[in-house]
């Protein structure tokens, strides 16, 4: 398993009377390590901002009988601080008395380091000063940034699931736009300057680039468009 599987006692040291040999590569420490505290318990491996935090919950979910989902810091052999997952769940005796925990960690430090990474990137999107949207291969609008309905005046709501083609202002022909996709679904970037219509009907000018997001198989799965208004400058 990619994680490790556990029985423990109900103590604040989390005396492990098994642990599987994924343990090693979790928290660098041996089974041998692990059980009865040899080398070090687990409780000791708990960052000690979320020791307390983690008898708590685990504590107030015994009381209720319920399974517990908890997600904490560890410091590893080496010294390297992980993010866990852990779910488990208590083994009762005949009378309700608590016997043992039994359950299972697993690694998902990459995961959070990801997520944080989308987070500054999604941030990035919002707060740009151009305007962007994003479609997919068929050219619905699945996300546009808060800068694109400054330019437009189409809130997200208005135009999510609608094609760009909301912005057409009548002024070029239908050839421009078929050339125009012939390029993008082709996967080749398009790069331009296009005459387009605000909500409330005013024309504009904008510079806009269309780049395809190509998957691995190289198929064309979205399309962004970034675009900023010069109507000032082409005046």
């Known amino acids: 398993l990619p ?3 556990y029985r423990c006692k109900n103590d604040p040291e989390w005396t492990m009377e098994f642990v599987s040999d994924g343990c090693l590569s979790l928290t ?3 089974a041998e390590d692990l059980v009865d505290n040899t080398q070090i318990s687990f409780a000791a491996l708990i960052h000690k901002e ?16 319920e399974a517990f989902q908890l997600v904490y810091r560890i410091e590893t052999a080496d010294g390297d601080e992980k993010w866990i997952w852990e779910q488990g769940q208590g083994v009762y005796g005949e009378k309700g ?3 043992a925990l039994e359950g299972f960690i697993s690694d998902i430090t990459e995961r ?14 919002e707060s740009a000063a151009n305007a962007i949207l994003i479609t997919d291969a ?8 808060p800068a694109f309905s400054s330019l437009t005046g189409y809130s997200f709501r208005e135009v999510l699931g609608k094609n760009p083609s909301v912005l057409q202002s009548g002024y070029h022909t239908e050839i421009f736009y ?3 996709w012939e390029r993008i ?15 409330n009907g005013e024309l504009y000018t904008e510079e806009m680039t269309i780049a395809p997001l190509i998957s691995s198989e190289g198929v064309v799965n979205n399309f962004i468009a970034i675009k900023q208004d010069i109507t000032e400058r082409v005046e």
């Not at 050219?139 to 546009?144: A, F, L, Y």
């Not at 679904?185 to 909500?199: C, F, L, Q, V």
């Open 3 to 5: 994680g490790m599987a």
């Open 28 to 30: 660098g420490y041996s």
């Open 50 to 65: 979320d020791r307390q935090i983690v008898w708590d919950a685990i504590q107030e979910a015994l009381k209720k009988m």
């Open 97 to 99: 008395e608590i016997i």
């Open 112 to 125: 959070l380091q990801a997520e944080e990474q989308l987070k500054l990137q999604s941030l990035a999107l």
């Open 138 to 145: 068929n050219g619905s609008i699945q996300w546009v940034n």
């Open 178 to 180: 078929k050339k125009l």
């Open 185 to 199: 679904s082709g996967g080749d970037i398009w790069r331009g300057e296009i005459i387009n219509k605000r909500k």
